[in-house]
């Protein structure tokens, strides 16, 4: 009994159109169980996604990963209706701009970094945007956010250059490699992807921590 469609269906169509065709009720007992035991093959897919990751967010503060998931999920929003699509060396560039921008902001002077490629600059005005909010939160706290918001767009650049490098847990995977392991966290993550802008991560501000 699929709780979604209040009918009988068969297990083929429960694994394959769950979360696809079926909207998934959150306390759905199969969903709950298929995340718990994926099959092989979703299981080293996961594994090499975490393989990839966890050195991109080793040593971050809470609030610096907070920042970084917030940034990556401006990112995918922004890339589902970008034209021309983006690329990961877009990313990579935005990042690199927006990182840049903050960092000589915290040696006194306003200056706004620009990326070359068209898409890099319109993901940079997002970026932007993103943090311009964020600033508008900060009050006394501005530096540190100068500083940490630095610090989690370089990992964004970091994981953006190097997704599909020799070498890398993902090499081999189809491009753009970095925006799609993003879109794949954003999906996997419980409730499904956020609507509308993106929202900080739950769990507490997001700047102003003790």
Do not use: W
Not at 39 to 52: L, M, N
Not at 106 to 117: M, T
Request: aromatic share 2%; glycine share 8%.
């Amino acid at each position: 009994m699929c709780p979604a469609l209040g009918e009988m269906i068969c297990t083929v169509c429960c694994a394959t159109k769950r979360q696809v065709e079926i909207n998934c009720p959150p306390d759905c007992v199969y969903l709950s169980s298929a995340r718990t035991h994926p099959p092989a093959v979703v299981q080293r897919r996961q594994e090499r996604d975490v393989s990839f990751i966890l050195p991109i967010v080793s040593e971050l503060t809470d609030t610096q990963y907070r920042l970084l998931l917030l940034f990556q999920s401006a990112t995918v929003q922004h890339a589902s209706g970008a034209l021309p699509k983006l690329r990961d060396e877009d990313v990579a560039e935005a990042a690199a701009a927006a990182a840049s921008t903050l960092e000589t902001a915290r040696k006194g002077i306003i200056y706004e970094h620009q990326a070359v490629s068209v898409p890099a600059q319109r993901l940079t005005a997002e970026l932007g945007r993103v943090l311009s909010e964020l600033s508008a939160q900060a009050g006394s706290q501005q530096a540190r956010l100068e500083r940490d918001g630095a610090v989690a767009l370089r990992r964004m650049e970091q994981g953006a250059k190097s997704a599909g490098t020799a070498g890398s847990p993902l090499e081999g995977d189809e491009a753009p490699v970095y925006l799609n392991l993003l879109a794949r966290m954003l999906k996997d993550k419980p409730g499904g992807p956020e609507p509308g802008a993106p929202q900080a991560p739950a769990g507490g501000g997001l700047i102003i921590t003790p």
